[in-house]
């Protein structure tokens, strides 16, 4: 059974920054990516970012050039340094494969506010 544990969130004023960390145990194979989401109060989830096997990273347009994705291969876990984050990036964020399992961890909420 694969467990996502999402950590590192909290709460920041607009401006700041955030680092958060995905560790991912069990059986992992056959990986194409990997892939940060986020869900508000009230909306669906979305995806934020997401990196592939071979190094490529997307973002969606409102945290471009703001969040980095990375990870490390050898400890199984992906990152997202989150910078310059607005109050609209508040929302609980979670980690998953690409394309995303059915099953998703705990996520970690990141609340952006003055």
């Known amino acids: 059974q694969v467990q996502f544990v999402e950590s590192g969130g909290g709460l920041v004023q607009p401006g700041g920054s955030l680092r958060l960390s995905c560790a991912v145990s069990?059986?992992?194979?056959?990986?194409?990516?990997w892939g940060w989401f986020r869900q508000a109060p009230g909306k669906q989830r979305e995806s934020v970012a997401s990196i592939i096997k071979d190094g490529t990273t997307n973002y969606v347009d409102s945290v471009k050039g703001r969040f980095t994705i990375s990870r490390d291969a050898a400890k199984n876990t992906v990152y997202l340094q989150m910078d310059s984050l607005k109050p609209e990036d508040t929302a609980v964020y979670y980690c998953?494969?690409?394309?995303?399992?059915?099953?998703w961890g705990q996520g970690t909420q990141v609340t952006v506010s003055s």
């Open positions: 069990g059986n992992i194979f056959s990986i194409y990516g």
């Open positions: 998953n494969f690409l394309p995303p399992r059915s099953y």
